[in-house]
């Protein structure tokens, strides 16, 4: 997994993740790709979400801190 932070608007960024994996060589290999590809999706989602309610919080802090 890697992330990448693009700048946009003033004061707004946008961060993608990109998840490199190898190609399947089977039709079970494809099918467990698929099921762990959601499961990845969910805790990808939770990471993220959490690390935007760090950046909010910390930018609402006073500066100096």
Do not use: N, W
């Not at 004061?11 to 998840?19: D, E, Q, S």
Request: net charge positive; proline share 5%; with cysteine.
């Amino acid at each position: 997994v890697s992330y990448v932070v693009e700048p946009r608007r003033a004061g707004r960024c946008r961060l993608v993740a990109c998840l490199s994996v190898a190609a399947p060589s089977s039709f079970l290999g494809s099918a467990r790709l698929t099921l762990l590809s959601f499961g990845d999706l969910l805790m990808m989602r939770k990471q993220l979400i959490t690390l935007k309610e760090h950046a909010e919080r910390r930018g609402s802090e006073p500066r100096g801190r």
